[in-house]
């Protein structure tokens, strides 16, 4: 059986639990400057560097990783939503780009497989969106200004998802896509990725948006950038960060509508406070979680920022006994996107 075949079993007879950050639990390890960087060569100072601590310090990595998994967690991304030639540069890292996929990978594989309980996990390599867009220009003088080019970002992303993939990756989580034209890119280096080693890497996509009206960065709607990714046929589709529970609700109610594959969400700790720090209880979260699931609105969840493992243990108890979303039988309809749906009645 395949990871995709294994995935969609599970998600047929249960809603999944995916783990939570990996930043708020790090920053909890109260690391030193010296234990970023320890081993390397790196001459900036690396504080602030979480992908790099999967090298530098991989017992804190898998100590994170046990965590979630004793929480509750099926579904574990790597350490590395900043593990890219882009943004490595900030830290004169991107020469290890490469090493850093591979171990983030090769811990949480690890992980796993020392789990013997029969329990089905899956290691999901995270993919950020890059400190770059494609969509917009960062010179308000000259629309038309990139500085990078759709080529340059699908090779960044194709580095990137060959050693999560060479790692022991089940499957590709481009997630927090913010621009739209640069999850296609990431699209684009899967497939390419895909036809090189003629092997299948499921794709998981999740969006998130910037405002309340449900638009990301780049303008799209939920329904239409839907519709725009819909051709790569991903695993599963779905939302994370932006926002708490309660604010996504809608945004999670419209999608569970309208896509015909599994969907997973995995929302903040509520909204942060005045100081940037989210205070929202695992209790409501998994409470206003729990709305979602009785609805039959998802077939993952799990936690974004703010998140920890309690958070994460609290609704994976939550989900316990409720049935998993039903995938939506969809019209055959021809369904087209600009910043906004556009569907023709077959």
Request: glycine share 8%; hydrophobic share 40%.
């Amino acid at each position: 059986m395949t990871k995709r075949e294994e995935f969609e079993a599970a998600a047929a007879q249960q809603i999944l639990i995916k783990d939570g950050p990996y930043g708020t639990a790090i920053q909890r390890a109260r690391l030193s400057p010296e234990d970023y960087a320890a081993g390397t060569d790196l001459e900036q100072e690396q504080k602030g560097n979480n992908d790099l601590v999967n090298l530098t310090q991989p017992d804190v990595i898998r100590g994170i990783c046990d965590s979630y998994i004793d929480a509750g967690a099926h579904i574990l991304a790597t350490n590395t939503f900043n593990a890219n030639r882009i943004s490595q540069a900030d830290y004169g890292a991107e020469h290890l780009v490469h090493e850093i996929n591979v171990a983030a990978a090769r811990i949480i594989r690890a992980a796993i497989d020392a789990c013997d309980d029969g329990v089905p996990r899956f290691v999901a390599g995270a993919v950020g969106p890059t400190n770059k867009t494609l969509s917009l220009s960062p010179d308000v003088e000259d629309p038309g200004f990139r500085e990078v080019t759709f080529d340059e970002i699908v090779e960044v992303y194709r580095e990137q998802c060959l050693a999560l993939i060479e790692g022991g990756a089940d499957f590709i989580l481009v997630e927090t896509v913010f621009d739209t034209l640069n999850c296609k890119a990431a699209i684009m280096a899967v497939k390419q990725l895909e036809s090189e080693l003629d092997r299948d890497i499921p794709l998981m996509i999740s969006l998130t948006l910037t405002d309340l009206s449900g638009r990301n960065l780049s303008g799209h709607t939920v329904e239409a950038f839907w519709y725009t990714v819909r051709h790569a046929r991903p695993l599963t589709i779905g939302l994370n960060c932006s926002f708490g529970a309660e604010q996504l609700r809608p945004h999670v109610q419209l999608l569970s509508d309208i896509a015909d594959t599994w969907l997973m969400a995995y929302p903040n700790a509520g909204l942060p406070n005045d100081l940037g720090e989210y205070d929202e209880l695992p209790e409501t979260t998994a409470a206003l979680t729990r709305i979602w699931a009785q609805n039959g609105r998802v077939n993952a969840l799990g936690g974004c920022c703010g998140s920890t493992p309690e958070h994460v243990a609290a609704m994976a108890a939550a989900m316990k006994g409720l049935a998993p979303r039903v995938l939506p039988t969809v019209a055959p309809d021809m369904r087209l996107a600009g910043l906004e749906p556009f569907s023709v009645a077959a």
